[in-house]
Structure formats: structure tokens, C-alpha cells
């Protein structure tokens, strides 16, 4: 299966990332979480629901509630993995 990606849903989703760590990490740092920490939890966070949601728009097929939560687990193992790698 192919899958086409379109400028502004890539666009979209890297200003959503930046908006989320712009706005959150100042604000779980000011929490006491430290600087590499807040960004690791917010980066793996959003990415994980972004991409959730990008998939399930991208998908034809209805989805169950099942399916959604699957997804998301897997698709949140795989961005806090990257994650991890990026930040430590």
C-alpha cells in the first residue's frame, strides 16, 4: 500500500511539534522536570498522538476504539524510542 503525504500535512505536524515543545517545556522545567527530560516527555508525547491521528486520517477503513488504542501504543513505543535516541 502506498501512501501519499501531502506538504501540508507534514507542514502541520512539524509546527505542532514545535508549538507543543515551545509551550510545555518551559512549563514541566518550571515544574522541576529538567531541561532533556521535558523535552523527551513532551517531544515522545505529541509525537505519538500526531501520528495517531495523521494515520487514522490517512486510513480508508473505519477503525474500531480497539484498533485506535493499538495503534496509538504502537505508534507511542516507536516515537518515545526515536525520541529517546534524539535527545540523550
Given at each position: ?10 507542514f502541520?505536524f ?19 522536570l529538567?531541561?532533556?527530560h ?42 518515545t524510542?526515536?525520541t ?5
Amino acid at each position: 500500500m502506498f501512501v501519499r503525504f501531502r506538504y501540508k500535512t507534514v507542514f502541520l505536524f512539524l509546527l505542532t511539534m514545535i508549538l507543543c515543545n515551545v509551550i510545555f517545556t518551559p512549563l514541566l522545567q518550571y515544574a522541576g522536570l529538567s531541561a532533556e527530560h521535558s523535552l523527551f516527555a513532551i517531544t515522545s508525547l505529541s509525537a505519538a498522538l500526531l501520528t495517531t491521528f495523521i494515520s487514522i486520517r490517512l486510513s480508508t477503513a473505519a477503525l474500531s476504539k480497539t484498533a485506535v488504542c493499538i495503534r496509538f501504543v504502537l505508534l507511542g513505543a516507536g516515537c518515545t524510542v526515536v525520541t529517546y535516541l534524539a535527545v540523550f
